[in-house]
DNA sequence: TTGCCATATCAACATATCTAGATATATTGA
DNA sequence: TCAATATATCTAGATATGTTGATATGGCAA
């Protein structure tokens, strides 16, 4: 880690449920989206998506990438630096080139994000006739 | 759908494979990538999957969803309809209101599509010594 | 060293997205 | 028909993101 920061990891975090400063589950839920969004920000992006399914074979470098991929440089470096932050590939220096691959977690997290959101089978028919107004 | 455009519906195509205009596979790929990231563009924000997770218990009218979720009016109107045209939310009017649901299909596609992009357990490991440079 | 190569970062700009307030539309009830 | 209500759309400004070309960094080889 170094002096990296900004990079998610995905780690169980655990509070003492009546801790002096345990968040309240409404905070915590509302932290949970924020991650979520920022991961499924980086998963927004049809280039990024490119790239992640180059890396599904295996790790790749860079330069590897940039063939495969219509990229220029500094944006291939971009959205490769955008994926890592949201923990989705990790990479590794092997003397002047970069390798990156995916992080299993990353895609574990947006796969569980996304799991969490469907909906019970009772909630997707409309309840007609029920009274709003007041 | 009438005079509705631009609101994503998750049915299958088939293309035949060797007609005259069939796009190829890497047009394809590029296309179901724009789709995809257009959904998770619209699961890339915490207020979006805040107002998910309100409608996970069940159909909601829009003034109930504004009394659970602190947003504006017309931010709530504008979320909801970035929601629907992801194909996320459908919406139906009941009198003066308007009921939003999960589209199950929507989040389906999503979920499938981070599935798709799960590495083989052979892909997750780092190649160390491969040759890069030539 | 020195120079080269692979990649990252920076700076500037273009574009997209979000937000708030004002206005429009549809529906109902008086 | 009119007024009231729920929601959608429009407009303009603020912020975030993507893109490009230039420059910096870190490692290797001569």
Redesign the pocket.
Known sequence: MANILAVREYTATTYRVDGPDSPNAAELRAAGFERQAALF?AL??P?RLTILSHLQAGEQ???HL?EAIDL????L??H???LREAGLVV?R?E????HYRLAPAGLTAAHDAIAALRPAASAIAPRTHVVC?D
Do not use: E, I
Not at 72 to 75: A, P, V
Not at 95 to 98: C, Q, S, V
């Open positions: 920000h927004s992006d280039r470098c860079v330069c940039q220029g440089q500094s944006l470096s971009f490769l630096k955008t990479s220096r003397g002047r080139w970069m107004g």
